[in-house]
């Protein structure tokens, strides 16, 4: 059998934040196909800015000072085995061969930033 990660049911990070939010949020979504009509949400817009604006700025840019020697961008990964899917912002690639997501004070500058820009 094939895994097809357009056809298997998986669910999101996002989902599972909005299922810790209200659960009857993610059943209209999911089982009732009903759309949340993100496009309509500030929020939702002004984080999307922020993401596209981070994945053009700085692209070269190699944190030495964790070890880095790599990156890649907006990197999709998905697992059969928990069913879950999602995109991760930025992979970093270690000197000791070791991969990790890019975590910590990135999201602390990035709200710091997007409330600075937001007064």
Same mark, same amino acid.
């Given at each position: 059998m094939i895994f097809d990660t357009e056809t298997t049911p998986m669910i999101t990070p996002s989902e599972v934040i909005e299922y810790l939010y209200c659960p009857r949020f993610t059943y209209f979504m999911n089982c009732l196909n009903i759309p949340q009509h993100e496009e309509l949400r500030y929020k939702v817009l002004k984080g999307r800015e922020?993401? /596209? =604006? =981070? /994945?053009?700025?700085? +692209?070269?840019? +190699?944190?030495? =000072?964790l070890g880095c020697v790599d990156k890649e961008i907006s990197v999709y990964i998905a697992s059969k085995e928990l069913g879950v899917r999602g995109v +991760?912002? /930025?992979? *970093?690639? *270690?000197?000791?061969?070791?991969?990790a997501p890019a975590l910590g004070m990135d999201i602390f500058t990035s709200q710091m930033r997007f409330k600075e820009q937001s007064n």
């Open positions: 922020l993401h /596209e =604006r =981070r /994945e053009k700025t700085n +692209i070269d840019y +190699i944190r030495k =000072r +991760i912002d /930025e992979v *970093l690639h *270690l000197s000791d061969s070791t991969v």
